[in-house]
Nanobody, 124 residues
Framework: EVQLVESGGGLVQAGGSLRLSCAASGFTFDDYTIGWFRQAPGKEREGVSCIGSSDGGTYYADSVKGRFTISSDNAKNSVYLQMNSLKPEDTAVYYC?????????????????WGQGTQVTVSS
């Protein structure tokens, strides 16, 4: 059974930092692209960042470039999202997702596996 479990969310003041973790199980980690997505109230789910587990290639949404860093630890089947210089507009539920092979970052419906999400709230 495929499982993605996010952790690390919370409440932080603007300018602060959080580190999200995604622990994966039930599939061959190296064969998948792992992504972070977020959904704010009343808005569509959007891609934040993704990483190829086999080659470590990364991609970021323009809104988080220079502030967020995605990384993976293949030995632990885990992906992390270091979020610095947080802004109130980063407030959302953050989801981890996995897709075999090359994934379409901009088409959330194409990602097969999703975690339950973790809330990130940035106060002004």
């Amino acid at each position: 059974e495929v499982q993605l479990v996010e952790s690390g969310g919370g409440l932080v003041q603007a300018g602060g930092s959080l580190r999200l973790s995604c622990a994966a199980s039930g599939f061959t980690f190296d064969d998948y692209t792992i992504g972070w997505f977020r959904q704010a109230p009343g808005k569509e789910r959007e891609g934040v960042s993704c990483i190829g587990s086999s080659d470590g290639g990364t991609y970021y949404a323009d809104s988080v470039k220079g502030r967020f860093t995605i990384s993976s630890d293949n030995a632990k089947n885990s992906v992390y999202l270091q979020m610095n210089s947080l802004k109130p507009e980063d407030t959302a539920v953050y989801y981890c997702a996995a897709e075999r092979g090359v994934a379409n970052f901009y088409r959330t419906s194409s990602w097969h596996y999703w975690g339950q999400g973790t809330q990130v709230t940035v106060s002004s």
